[in-house]
């Protein structure tokens, strides 16, 4: 299993290089399903934000990174673990209908009294149709409509899973870039026992959730600096997350310098109905 984890998180690496039609105005941060994100070139200052749709091919889709230090009091394993997410977009057929995938593993490599298992691993494709800033006609907002599945891909009963309808509304605003995501889940029907594997997983999970977040991300020092801000939450409930990610170009302008800050549930499915706290350090190679 472990070799398989490995072999798709290189071979996602290699596929998901931005593709020669996306523009150097593109925007560094890459909130889910805004835009593409790409490694800036050598040399070159980050453009402020601007949304291009003119990409072929495979292209960059939520942020992609790698932290091989990550930190939290709040695992049920050790508390030192590799986090990672890889996630890449293709445009069909030249119409603004894109497919997406976002993969994000937690990988327990320092607790050798396990055997370094990976703990979780979160499956998420989608589907959504864009429709550009220009075409809207909202003030420069433009707007993704579309379908997400997200699971786990365990079996019972550390199975989780949901089906989710959204909407999302981007809008760049010279070096800053405000994002907000509306979602509706598809109901399931309930489990018939503990290990029916056909029931609804976690029908609680909008309790954690909510129905939304919120995107902020703010470029500085001439654009090579991103600070990234994420909130979710369901107000009923008083529960939600937040997260904070700061970033760099490295040397060369290769890839980014990360910083992560987690706090709250869901940061993965198995930790829906769990607060936790997270640090991770490490390498970005879209933003």
Do not use: C
């Not at 996306?22 to 200052?45: K, V």
């Not at 209908?97 to 490599?109: A, E, K, M, N, V």
């Amino acid at each position: 299993m472990r070799s398989l984890q490995l072999a798709w998180f290189s071979a996602s690496l290699m596929i998901a290089t931005p593709s020669a039609a996306e523009t150097d105005r593109q925007p560094p941060g890459t909130p889910p399903s805004a835009h593409a994100g790409q490694i800036i070139q050598q040399g070159r200052e980050l453009a402020p934000y601007s949304i291009t749709h003119t990409a072929r091919g495979f292209s960059f889709h939520r942020p992609t990174w790698i932290h091989p230090f990550s930190w939290s009091p709040d695992l049920p394993g050790g508390n030192y673990e590799v986090a990672y997410q890889i996630s890449a977009k293709h445009r069909l057929f030249g119409t603004n209908t894109y497919f997406g995938y976002t993969q994000r593993s937690y990988w327990q490599l320092y607790n050798k009294a396990e055997s370094s298992p990976f703990r979780e691993t979160n499956y998420n494709p989608e589907l959504f149709y864009r429709i550009t800033p220009k075409k809207l006609g909202w003030g420069g907002w433009g707007m993704d409509l579309g379908y997400d599945h997200e699971s786990n891909g365990r079996s019972q009963p550390e199975s989780r899973s949901w089906n989710r309808l959204f909407m999302a509304a981007y809008r760049p605003v010279g070096k800053e870039l405000f994002y907000a995501k509306a979602w509706w889940r598809l109901p399931e029907k309930a489990k018939r026992s503990a290990d029916d594997p056909r029931g609804d997983d976690n029908p609680d999970i909008d309790d954690y959730y909510g129905y939304g977040e919120l995107h902020y991300q703010r470029q500085f020092d001439a654009g090579k600096q991103v600070l990234h801000l994420m909130m979710r939450g369901n107000p009923s409930t008083g529960r939600g997350a937040v997260s904070i990610n700061w970033s760099l170009p490295s040397k060369g302008n290769y890839a980014f310098w990360g910083v992560q800050i987690w706090h709250g549930y869901g940061e993965s499915l198995i930790d829906y109905n769990r607060e936790t706290t997270r640090i991770g350090i490490g390498v970005m190679l879209s933003r």
